[in-house]
């Protein structure tokens, strides 16, 4: 099996190369964050981490309030997946184990409303946001998506497999009306689902940036991509230091990732080719 | 069990008075109702509306402060004859090309090895090529204007390295707009190889095994077994990366700029739109240039749609 080994060896080449590429970036972003900006102008581009992490950090600081910007971050991403995780979880419970009413065309509707393009509405949404006098506000940032379609269906179909019929109508003899169906027997079994949609929602309000740039005019309300982007556009010449922040923001993420990535990939996948 | 099939009251009710059931069975049903209504009360308000009402702004002059005065379809026909409004959606399309088709040819190759029986490690390499798509656009963009810059850039260097000339990545159109093909390319053939391979693995192996004995080449297999089977899939990464690309802002808004670079050659469509909204203050018009994309993406989107379908 000779031509075997060659084949597997040229096989593994190829896609270690694909991973090389994919995950340079990464490197070459931390590696400048901990170099001078004078030495990212000198050729032979430096290669390896120097030793000005702590200065170029300490200079993000004094530039952009990172730590507000953090803050606000972390506190936008984890209440909008809370909020998201509860309002879908109910509907999509709802749409997999009860029969009620106008439920088809219902469901239609939700399904129809994931094809509205965003953008088409984006001036109008402002709008509205500056009539309730919410521009400058997060709940203009955590509120319109509070409840989502994706989410729902997301949860529909796992439900829908996941909680047991038998349960259900044990709780029912016990006197459990619908909240506490909901909450005590169908919660607990939602928990996978419940992870992946907890784990895509925070990833993506973590880096939204349209619409926090739109919505957002105080510096001291900036969310971290709002920031970054200031950062770079100001301090263009400072490439160390908006690569120190650039590098702060993105590990969090990162670090998060690693940790559910085994199950989230997975998830996305059989999300796609599932029909 | 119970044997009373005439006076059993609510069967019998029904069948009187159908319309009237229905309601008793919703009301009923109130807590249920009362579960999905947070989704259907907020794309009213956040979704529905705000589409209605951009309508009405694409018929009015409006500045977003001062009052709004009705300006019949002049938005509109501005819209036809504005070059910028053109030259975005013709960067937006080159992008998209430049960015699709080295994509999700490299992700079906990336699928097609990370399948073979002799790789070990399978999952390690998936979250390698998935992480650049958790990654914030704005650090990708950040860290490929580095790659990319003019002088001192990292490909730059390289090429000089190897004899080449520089080149001013961000002087020219075909410079610029690669540069941001490159970042989508980066951020989203991971992600469509992972889907390409859950699309694989689907596929069951006796086919394969039948091919093979029938005298079938892997050239043979791959066109005649792989392709067909995985039409769905591709279908699924064809459509995605239309909407996606049809919607791409923030790659060139942070690497160029709000004017989309030298000569507007990355200025997309809905970097136009923000920027006649918000940095312009046109609010009639960028809602009119929003009705303008949503009709292209929509024609585009059909096109696309009966191309795949009938090639792949």
Redesign the interface.
Known sequence: MKS?GV??MG??L??VL??L???F??Y??AV?STRTTSD??K???KMWFGTHFADNVHRVFQSIDFFHAFFNTLFVAVVSTVLVLF?DS??G???AK?E???KKP?FI??LA?MM?????????????MATFGWVGSFKALI??G????FG?FWIRQYATGAVPDELLSAGRMDGC???RL?WNVSLPVLRPALAFLGAFTF?NA??D??WPL?ILNDASKYT??VA??QL??IYNTD?SM??AG?FL??LP??VL??FV??QF?AD???G??K? | MQQTPIVSNPSNRAALRPEHS??R??WK?R???A??S???I??A???????L??LY?SLQKWD?IGTMSYNGLNNFQYMVTDPLFWQSVGNTFVIWIYSTIPMLF?AL??AF??N?A??RFR?A????????N??????????????FAN??G?LN?ML??VGLNSVQWLNFPFGIQTAIASMVV?RW???NA??Y???LQ?IPSQLYEAAKIDGASTAQSFFRITIPLLR??IL??VITST?GGM?L??EP??LV?NDGGVGNNGMTI?LY??RE??VNNY?GY??AV??G??VI?VLFSALNWTITKERA
């Open positions: 075997n084949k597997t096989l593994h190829v896609l694909g991973v590429l994919s995950v970036p990464f070459w972003l400048m990212l102008y050729f032979p581009p309002f109910l509907a419970f709802a749409f009860y009620f009413p106008w219902l509707i939700l409303t509205v393009p965003g953008q088409l509405s984006l001036v109008p949404s402002f709008v509205i509120i319109p509070m409840a989502n379609a729902i009306g619908f909240f909901y990833i973590w880096n940036y349209l739109i971290l991509q970054l982007s770079n556009g490439y908006v690569m650039t923001a993105v993420l990162i990732f690693l990535s085994r990939i996305i996948a059989a796609a080719v029909d | 229905r309601w069975e919703a049903n807590a249920v109702y579960a999905i947070p989704f259907y907020l794309f308000v956040f979704g529905l509306f705000p589409i009402f951009s702004l977003g490299l190759v990336i090895l990370l073979s002799f790789v999952s390499y998936r979250i390698a090529y998935f992480l650049p958790v990654t914030s656009i704005v650090a990708v963009a950040i860290i490929f204007s580095t790659v002088k001192y990292l260097y000089t390295a980066w053939t991971g992600y992972i889907i391979l859950a699309g689907s769905p899939v699924f990464t909407i919607q802002f923030t808004q942070v700029g809905v739109l923000y909204a918000f609010f960028a809602s929003g009705w994309m949503f993406i």
